[in-house]
């Protein structure tokens, strides 16, 4: 009986050791997360601001509603109209910034319908500066357009962030020059940058291919966007570069079908330090 009780006595004393020493290891690797430097980044194609499943035609309240719901800190909106004709000469991003209360700002691609039509980019940050780019696109082809901010985050670091539309059409000659365009633009230093829009490639495109030799995909699975009631495509991103300054701590597809023809997408990054 002395040694039964020696032995499961023995027996409890390794098991705990190895809990203790399980305990210690996973400690030790749980990730430290610097709240001062987390970007909750989202993107979202509103599809000028026109519903398509929801019982109001142009419900901005709706809209800002699914923005504000994911709590982001930066937001790029694609298909965003500027007092045209067809939203009432309603001014989409300041309407959207005014009901989410973030900084809005507009940055045109192309003169449409007695208006204009382009990005929006909504931040919780102020901007320190803002440039538009117009991105290159063949004689005949649909204009469109790069919108860059630089903020300022709580930790005191400045980032990028751009918003962007990629050229729509099956050629995809358009939206290979546009790619490599952003490269060349955003590649020259190493300031953090996000890159956020709908891109209008499958992640094995050649489009794709160019972007990822400078960016880095904030998913690591393909999870499909477009359009928004059965998605079927991938073609919606938040990229960021360079690879060695951010961290992924978190990566959702929302799962909204009626607001838009394409479901909104939201990245958590952190900040690293060099």
């Known amino acids: ?98 009901r989410t209360k973030m900084q809005a700002i507009f940055g045109k691609a192309m003169s449409f319908d007695g208006g204009e039509y382009g990005e929006g980019v909504l931040s919780n940050f102020s901007f320190l500066n803002t440039k538009n780019y117009a991105l290159v696109a063949r004689e005949g082809k649909e204009p469109r357009a790069a919108l860059e901010i630089n903020v300022a985050l709580e930790s005191g670091d400045t980032i990028k962030f751009i918003g962007t539309h990629l050229d729509h059409t099956k050629d995809e000659t358009d939206r290979i020059n546009q790619a490599n365009q952003l490269n060349t633009i955003f590649s020259k230093d190493n300031t953090p940058t996000i890159l956020a829009g709908d891109l209008n490639a499958t992640p094995d495109s050649e489009t794709m291919k160019i972007l990822f030799q400078e960016w880095q995909p904030s998913f690591t699975e393909n999870i499909p966007t477009s359009p928004a009631e059965n998605p079927k495509a991938k073609i919606d991103y938040i990229l960021f570069r360079p690879a060695n300054r951010w961290r992924v701590l978190e990566r959702k597809v929302i799962d909204e079908k009626i607001a838009s023809d394409h479901r909104p997408v939201l990245s958590v990054l952190e900040l690293l330090k060099e």
Do not use: W
């Not at 004393?13 to 210690?24: D, P, Q, T, V």
């Not at 929801?54 to 909106?77: G, H």
């Open 1 to 98: 009986m002395y040694l039964i009780k020696k032995r499961v006595y023995f027996q409890l004393c390794i098991f705990s050791l190895l809990m203790f020493n399980s305990a210690k290891i996973i400690a030790q690797t749980q990730v430290q997360v610097d709240s001062s430097r987390v970007v909750r980044v989202l993107t979202y194609n509103i599809y000028h601001g026109e519903t398509v499943a929801a019982a109001k035609q142009f419900d901005l309240d709706l809209l800002a509603k699914i923005i504000r719901d994911t709590k982001p800190d930066l937001v790029a909106l694609q298909e965003v109209d500027f007092k045209t004709k067809r939203v009432l000469k309603m001014d989409l991003v300041t309407e959207l910034g005014l």
